[in-house]
């Protein structure tokens, strides 16, 4: 488990993490979103054991990260930035890094090698932007990992691969029970990848929530009757949103899929059906229910 307790960074005058405190549970996805300047990359430098907390503190498995070779090994940090050296091949950044990391499996890179079309014997610094990002996704792959954190890790990748890396995550976490955390702008990327997503804002966890509770949580229901009967026989249900046309009603309820069917059900409409939210919908209205305005948070 990462665990940061009232972790602090500045930069100068600026504060870039600002007292957060949130625990991330061991073989999950997390989603880390935030609009520029949020704060990701501190916080993933700070997982990682590239900086140091002013104050707080950040463990791993109840071990402190920084200048402790023991846990770093244990991590892989993907930055936004990619570093290479010069005029490398990625063979020969394999070669370098098979050094460095314990558990490095020269296997894996062989077949991620096979399985993304990159040419292992080409300097890197030939390579497309893109190209470059699935030579550090196989390297951080290949590095086996127990935490591999990325830093918009996408950024640049085309959708097939996009697809492949989605995949190849999902697979580490479900047969090594690895921990994921990527940090993004987007929170429809992060949707069908992430068990749980934090949002980042003025350097605090704003909010944090396990998708499948969400998800499962939250219905848009689409009904029609006649007569309409008044907005007060709807009171019953948990209402977000409400509105009508016609003999049209939409509305979004929180609540299980059943209790608000049965419910709407009783008031013999002429039809009713469910829709599940997307991730960014639910995160609207959560978000407006605490109070904040999503719109200005990640877009
Ligand atoms: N090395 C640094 N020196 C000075 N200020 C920094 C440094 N790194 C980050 N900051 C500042 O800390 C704050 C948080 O930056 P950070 O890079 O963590 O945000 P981010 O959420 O990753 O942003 P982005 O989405 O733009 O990458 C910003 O105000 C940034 O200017």
């Given amino acids: 488990m990462i ?11 600026n504060v870039a993490l600002a007292s957060l405190t949130t625990e991330i549970t061991a073989g999950s996805i997390y989603g880390l979103v935030g609009s520029n300047g949020a704060g990701k ?5 700070l997982i990682a054991g590239v900086y140091h907390a002013d104050e707080g503190s950040i463990q791993v498995d109840g071990q402190p990260v920084f200048e402790n070779s023991q846990v770093k090994d244990k ?4 930055a936004d930035e990619l570093f290479f050296f010069s005029n490398y091949t990625m063979n020969q950044m394999a070669k370098f890094y098979s050094g460095l990391y314990t ?3 020269q296997k894996i890179y062989n077949q991620l090698c096979v399985t993304f079309p990159v040419n292992a014997n080409k300097r890197i610094n ?18 086996r990992p127990e935490i591999l954190l990325l830093d918009e890790a996408f950024d640049g990748l085309d959708p097939v691969i996009r697809g492949l890396v989605r995949k190849i995550l999902a697979d580490e976490v479900a047969n090594r029970g690895i921990t994921v955390i990527i ?12 068990d749980q997503v934090g949002v980042l804002h003025h350097g605090k966890i704003l909010f944090q929530r396990d998708i499948d509770d969400l998800k499962l949580g939250f219905f848009k229901v689409q009904c029609a009757f006649k007569p309409l009967p008044e907005k007060t026989a709807f009171s019953g249900l948990d209402l977000l949103q409400f509105d009508t046309r016609g003999s049209l009603v939409n509305l979004i309820a929180r609540g299980k899929r059943d209790e608000i069917l049965e419910y709407i059900e009783k008031m013999s409409p ?7 939210l997307t991730l960014e919908e639910v995160f609207i209205h959560e ?7 999503y719109s200005n948070i990640l877009f």
């Avoid at 665990?3 to 005058?13: I, M």
């Avoid at 030939?126 to 590095?143: D, P, Y």
């Avoid at 002429?270 to 599940?276: A, D, N, R, S």
């Avoid at 978000?287 to 305005?293: F, I, K, Q």
């Fill in 126 to 143: 030939t390579f497309s932007k893109g190209m470059q990002r699935q030579v550090a996704v196989i390297l951080a792959l290949s590095t």
């Fill in 270 to 276: 002429l039809f009713v059906e469910t829709i599940p």
């Fill in 183 to 194: 940090s993004s702008h987007n929170l429809r990327e992060l949707e069908d990848l992430c």
């Fill in 75 to 78: 991590i892989f940090f993907l």
């Fill in 41 to 45: 990359s501190t916080f993933l430098r």
């Fill in 103 to 105: 558990n490095w499996s």
């Fill in 287 to 293: 978000m407006e229910a605490v109070g904040y305005d």
């Fill in 3 to 13: 665990k940061a307790t009232n972790l602090t960074k500045r930069f100068d005058d």
